[in-house]
């Protein structure tokens, strides 16, 4: 009886395997201890909010404060005044069209600094109103709503907090655009960046109320009023308020055995006190302006113009971290508008949020690598590709494939049409010499023009100015006596060539 084969069959994983790989291990729920039914809303864990029993709406009354709101506003302002546009990418033109008309009938200021207000607040929500237009489904208007409607459940999810619903009512897909700042599984509701301004921004409204009494006490002379040992309780009380009265109106009326003496305090014992409150509330504003912008530097009256420009820098990078923010939230919407009229699986442009500056410089750079390019293909035929590219810092394999070259022997060419074949033939039998006198002084002049190629491969000029530049730059280090012995025997070759053959 013939021996069977044995069929090794591979291990089963096993269903629960399988199951622990795919579902998630590691929620909200299992790690915290915490016990939410689903779907109910997760309270806002900012500790500013949780130890203080305050909501949302005491860090909107924040913005009315000087400091902060003008601070606010330029961070705002930073991002709006960025230009926008819709790059295609892989995506067909017809859908790249489709997007930037959508677009267009929108306010995209207005969507932008609503969508920002996630960088105060730690989240922002807008609600897209679509309607049926031209045969395409596309958005009517976009428009920012306040925060506190709106919470999250232990998965994240956005519930909207309609009225009479304690727990919530979960939002449908393709409504609402949400932008968050730095949030966690744990902290779906994003990192404010008014939380972290409370704390100062509270000192400092209180030190200014305390310098305010300060001010009272200490900034006019004070009033001593002087009466008879006689005189009734009801007489000193009216005389205090006489004395009260003329702090503010500067006039007032005493009988003649009563008599007021200002009493005059010596301003060096008091400056000290003064500077301390002053002191104190400048750290709080330094508090908040690092808070918002990163640094304290340009809201500052003793800056200089080297730390301004330091502090611009700094709060030039929070602010492309803001339009990062608004950014992937305006690029969902995109996805929306093609997946609802192009199809699910079709090429997503991106939208682009940029400083009309960058396009500037962009156009420069295209310029300049179009000169660049025009410049290696110009000296190609006379080096090597590897030599090019190491040169002219091209990617390995950026140069085509030389074409065929022509038959070494010419004289199978055809010749032009007001030129004769025996002409013709003569012609190319004699300019095989100067041939090979080129390629014979090739590498020597290769030698002595590389230091000009490699000087205007740094500067990136390729104009005829530039190269004139490189020249008289390199012209002092040029070999004049290896020159003028390359140049006497191309013109020795050349005249006695030209005897030989009349």
């Not at 500790?47 to 506003?73: E, F, N």
């Not at 922002?124 to 958005?139: D, H, K, N, Q, T």
């Not at 990078?317 to 997946?339: C, F, T, Y």
């Amino acid at each position: 009886m013939p021996e069977q084969k044995k069929t090794i069959m591979p291990k089963s994983t096993g269903r629960g395997q399988v199951t622990a790989l795919v579902e998630e291990m590691a929620t909200y729920q299992a790690a915290t201890g915490s016990w939410f039914i689903e779907g109910w809303p997760l309270p806002n864990p900012d500790p500013i909010l949780r130890a203080t029993g305050q909501a949302l709406p005491v860090y909107q009354g924040m913005l009315y404060d000087a400091h902060v709101g003008g601070l606010a506003r330029r961070r705002r302002a930073a991002v709006k005044a960025l230009e926008t546009r819709i790059d295609a990418g892989k995506a067909k033109t017809k859908t790249v069209k489709l997007v930037e008309a959508a677009f267009a009938e929108l306010d995209m200021p207005a969507l932008v600094g609503g969508l920002w207000e996630a960088a105060l607040f730690g989240y922002a929500v807008a609600e897209v109103m679509w309607e049926s237009r031209g045969g395409f489904i596309l958005p009517a208007s976009v428009m920012a709503k306040p925060q506190e409607w709106f919470r999250f459940d232990s998965d994240g999810r956005l519930l909207f907090m309609a009225l009479g619903s304690a727990n919530g009512v979960p939002v449908p897909p393709k409504k609402f655009l949400l932008a968050r700042q730095d949030a966690t599984v744990t902290n779906p509701y994003g990192m404010a960046d008014l939380a972290r301004c409370f704390w100062p921004y509270t000192f400092k409204k209180g030190g200014l109320k305390f310098w305010l009494q300060f001010v009272e006490k200490y900034g006019s002379p004070k009033l001593v009023g002087k009466f008879d040992r006689n005189t009734s309780e009801k007489e000193q009380e009216d005389l205090l308020a006489l004395l009260k009265s003329c702090v503010q109106d500067a006039v007032m009326v005493i009988p003649d055995d009563n008599s007021v003496e200002i009493l005059r305090q010596d301003g060096s014992s008091l400056s000290g006190a003064a500077e301390n409150y002053e002191a104190f509330l400048r750290h709080c504003r330094s508090e908040i302006s690092i808070a918002l912008l990163g640094q304290d530097q340009t809201t500052e009256a003793d800056t200089n113009h080297a730390s301004a420009t330091a502090g611009l820098e700094v709060t030039g990078d929070i602010r492309d971290a803001d339009a990062g923010m608004v950014r992937q939230s305006i690029q969902e919407l995109v996805r929306w508008i093609v997946a609802l009229n192009v199809g699910p699986d079709a090429d997503v442009p991106e939208f682009v949020l940029f400083e009309q500056e960058d396009a500037v410089a962009e156009a420069e750079a295209d310029a300049k690598k179009a000169a660049r390019d025009k410049a290696v293909a110009e000296l190609r035929p006379h080096y090597s590709d590897s030599y090019l590219e190491k040169t002219y810092r091209l990617p390995q394999g950026a140069l085509r494939e030389r074409e065929e070259t022509p038959p070494e022997n010419p004289a199978f060419a055809e010749p032009p049409p007001d030129v004769s074949a025996e002409a013709y033939a003569r012609a190319m039998k004699e300019q095989v010499p100067v041939d090979a006198l080129s390629i014979d002084l090739s590498p020597a002049f290769e030698a002595m023009l590389t230091p000009v190629l490699d000087r205007l491969a740094q500067a990136g000029d390729y104009s005829e100015r530039g190269m004139a530049e490189a020249v008289a730059a390199q012209y002092p280090k040029m070999n004049l006596d290896e020159m003028a012995d390359l140049l006497a025997r191309v013109r020795f070759v050349c005249r006695v060539w030209g005897l030989l053959n009349g």
